[in-house]
């Protein structure tokens, strides 16, 4: 799997949106993008993926752009329950079901 | 909730002691999955389950024995561990084992500490 870059820290204001970026340029065609988050002494959470087209989910948009070598995780009005770690991880589509989840970044949403 | 329960939620045990970690899927999923996540570390995985066979074993030290009667239900069995297991468990599940694309679904853990 490809490996990901991402800030080991940001902040946001609560009501604003919260943009996490990620490296992934060594990504190949075949690997898709996912984002995890974890919330502090909890299991991680699925938020949400993509191939090559921006996605949008209840949660969250993800951005890829066009040479698939980074993406963007927003979430539009980040609130104080969306502190976490960010994971981004880049899969292959055939093989194992692994998650290899890298240091992420850690959100503090500030009130 | 994720429908992925894991019992107990904290567990403190001596290094002879044995104890075992429960993990329930709710989803109806035919794969499951033990993860570690220790201080300060990504997390590890640890075993695959695939409609209750053993897919992947990641080195894991033999101190550490999985059992997976059916696919709802996934153990870790402990005994003789060292302070340096000391960790989160996570279990988790998704619908099937060797599709990569597919979501896993976490469970909130197990806190173990080990003295």
């Known amino acids: 799997d490809a490996k990901t870059t991402q800030p080991t820290s940001m902040d946001c204001a609560e009501g604003r949106a919260a943009n996490l970026p990620c490296n992934h340029s060594t990504i190949s065609g075949n690997e898709y993008v996912y984002w995890y988050r974890q919330i502090h002494s909890q299991g991680p959470q699925y938020i949400i993926h993509g191939l090559k087209n921006n996605e949008t989910n209840e949660m969250a948009s993800l951005i890829i752009t066009e040479d698939r070598k980074s993406s963007t995780l927003i979430l539009p009005h980040a609130t104080l329950r969306d502190t976490a770690v960010y994971y981004c991880?880049?899969?292959?589509?055939?093989?194992?079901?692994?998650?290899?989840f890298g240091t992420g970044t850690r959100l503090t949403v500030i009130p | 909730e994720t429908g992925v329960t894991q019992t107990p939620r904290h567990l403190v045990m001596g290094m002879t002691n044995k104890k075992s970690l429960k993990c329930e899927q709710h989803l109806g999923h035919n794969a499951m999955y033990w993860y570690k996540q220790s201080a300060k570390k990504p997390l590890e995985l640890m075993f695959v389950y695939s409609l209750e066979e053993r897919v992947e074993n990641n080195s894991v030290p033999s101190r550490f024995s999985p059992e997976c009667p059916n696919s709802s239900h996934l153990f870790l069995h402990l005994h003789t561990l060292q302070p340096e297991d000391s960790a989160l468990y996570l279990c988790?599940?998704?619908?099937?084992?060797?599709?990569?694309?597919?979501?896993?679904?976490f469970g909130p853990g197990t806190r173990l500490t080990v003295l």
């Open positions: 991880i880049v899969r292959v589509r055939a093989g194992a079901n692994n998650l290899f």
């Open positions: 988790a599940s998704s619908q099937v084992a060797t599709l990569s694309t597919d979501t896993q679904y």
